[in-house]
């Protein structure tokens, strides 16, 4: 998604763009996440509040394309003891913290206004966009940028944690996300709700035509096999915001694990590497990468126009 959202706005920008892909939606990771605007596990934190706040825009504007799959929301976050304030506040609209009584185990929380991207819809759309662009994708994984011809005068480098060898960071890792769907139900959660776990946490996010429940993130796990005792565990963590869930495992459709690109700060920069050769670096983005996507590649477009 970080690509394709890249080479989208370079293209709209009037540059000539193709993109060289590993993979391609549906077999991406894009394509399982459970995704809303949400700046969560992405620094610095600055930069991160800045293209959060310029990519909702961008969501707000795609909201009036209904193929797209962007729909208003609200994210509700649940916390057992006080608050924890996010630093990115002030990039969220509407936001509020509350007392609760209505979720047994949980003391407080914050809320605010977001877009839930339904990736099944949203994924097809921008590969729709990137096509009727007249954009181009070449199936081709690389072991070293020195094999992008020189024909090429610029590349752009959104190849997530594939950057660990083609860029040579070590400072690039994984974190293990999984997710399982369930088929709507009567009197299911309107809105998103959230816990406040950390390797392991509660996660509602109501879609179109499914239930997204999650979540994990497990870093340095790299195994995406299937994990029963995962499963369950996410739908018993979740039952505790909406009991309803516990009654309804019948109901569940599938589940998915994808690998998010994690790392200290997002890498969007500019690196010269030999007289002919230059690199933009897009990388790094964690769980934010829906989040990040339109306003990191805003930023793309303007290190392209310095070159």
């Not at 909406?242 to 200290?264: D, H, N, Q, T």
């Amino acid at each position: 998604m970080i690509g394709l959202t890249t080479a989208i706005n370079l293209r709209q920008e009037g540059h000539n763009v193709d993109i060289w892909a590993k993979a391609i939606s549906p077999g991406t990771t894009s394509d399982v996440a459970a995704a809303f605007w949400y700046p969560y596990a992405a620094f610095p934190v600055e930069a991160v509040s800045r293209w959060a706040q310029e990519s909702f825009g961008n969501f707000a504007q795609l909201a009036k394309t209904p193929e797209a799959g962007i729909s208003p929301t609200t994210v509700n976050k649940f916390f057992q003891s006080e608050v924890d304030t996010p630093k990115w506040r002030d990039a969220v609209r509407d936001y509020e913290e509350f007392v609760t009584h209505d979720h047994p185990g949980y003391r407080s929380g914050f809320k605010f206004a977001t877009w839930t991207i339904d990736m099944t819809r949203y994924m097809p759309y921008l590969k729709n966009t990137w096509k009727e662009l007249g954009g181009r994708v070449s199936f081709k994984p690389l072991e070293s940028f020195d094999e992008v011809p020189e024909s090429y005068s610029l590349i752009i480098n959104c190849t997530g944690l594939g950057a660990r060898e083609l860029a040579n960071d070590n400072a690039l890792i994984a974190a293990r996300g999984r997710v399982v769907m369930m088929k709507p139900f009567k009197n299911q959660p309107r809105e998103i709700l959230l816990d406040a776990g950390d390797e392991t946490f509660a996660m509602i996010v109501p879609r179109a035509n499914d239930i997204v429940l999650g979540g994990t993130y497990e870093e340095n796990e790299e195994d995406r096999a299937n994990d029963e005792k995962a499963v369950e565990a996410i739908i018993a963590r979740c039952s505790k915001l909406c009991p309803e869930l516990a009654a309804k495992k019948r109901e569940i459709i599938g589940s998915a694990c994808g690998l998010r690109p994690v790392r200290s700060a997002v890498r969007l920069q500019l690196e010269k590497i030999s007289k002919s050769r230059t690199i933009i670096h897009n990388y790094g983005h964690g769980g934010a990468g829906v989040t990040l996507a339109w306003g990191c590649a805003q930023d793309v477009a303007k290190l392209v126009a310095k070159c």
